[in-house]
């Protein structure tokens, strides 16, 4: 199944639970006529195991419209922890750090045990 994290939902949120070292992101469905019908109305990104997490701050220069509006979604070796741009070609390995980064600059990055993702 391909899913549009792009142009068809909106990143809603994201809750870090320390003691249980669990990091849950969450997009919504958006009302775009383009959106198709047999898409999820929610998807959620869980990483268990949560072992480096990092942001980085939003461009203050740019709309808060783009905030909820995703860029790339990839992974980086884990020997580039602080390049949060872009993604690696290559195929991903265990060791990996889980990157996503969205239009308005800001960008997350996860090292976890596992994860899993939800559609409902």
């Known amino acids: 199944m391909y899913l549009d994290l792009h142009n068809n939902f909106d990143f809603e949120s994201i809750e870090y639970n320390i003691d249980k070292r669990v990091i849950r992101l969450v997009w919504r469905k958006n009302t775009a006529k383009r959106v198709p019908e047999r898409n999820p109305g929610k998807i959620t990104l869980e990483f268990y195991g949560v072992m480096r997490f990092k942001m980085t701050a939003r461009d203050p220069a740019l709309p ?41 600059g800001a960008a997350l990055k996860i090292k976890a045990e596992s994860s899993k993702c939800i559609l409902a």
Request: glycine share 4%; charged share 25%; proline share 5%.
């Open 64 to 104: 808060f419209t783009e905030d909820d509006c995703l860029n790339t979604i990839g992974f980086l070796p884990a020997d580039n922890w602080d390049y949060m741009d872009g993604y690696s070609p290559q195929k991903s390995s265990a060791d990996d750090d889980f990157l996503i980064h969205f239009m308005s």
